[in-house]
């Protein structure tokens, strides 16, 4: 589960287990809910996408990061749109104004 420690006026993110164990340290500026195994988080200004060990899927330096499917991922540069598997090849170009995701390998895209 996503919690939170609030510092003064900083607050991070990180992620507890049932039993409340924290397993991944209060290290984000956001984080999302764990969705099959794997987590979007926001360090700065920045996104990226964890394990369930805290291990970077995706280096936080996507403007924004949709979630797809836990291999594709929906990525945001600038005004424009694509979308890259886990290891960062570009399976749909990153030049279209909006994409978004169906099924199985079914996107729609425009722009």
């Known amino acids: 589960m996503v919690d939170y420690l609030r510092n003064g006026p900083d607050v991070k993110f990180g992620y507890r287990n049932r039993k409340r164990d924290l397993i991944i340290d209060f290290k984000f500026d956001w984080a999302e809910p764990f969705k099959e195994n794997i987590a979007q988080v926001k360090i700065k200004d920045l996104w990226g996408v964890i394990d369930n060990n805290g291990n970077f899927i995706l ?3 996507f403007q924004k990061i949709d979630y797809a499917t836990a291999q594709r991922f929906i990525i ?5 749109q694509g979308v890259i598997d886990r290891d960062q090849k570009e399976i749909i170009p990153i030049a279209y104004n909006g994409l978004q995701w169906l099924h199985g390998d079914l996107y729609t895209f425009w722009g």
């Open 76 to 80: 945001h540069k600038g005004e424009k």
């Open 59 to 61: 280096p936080a330096k």
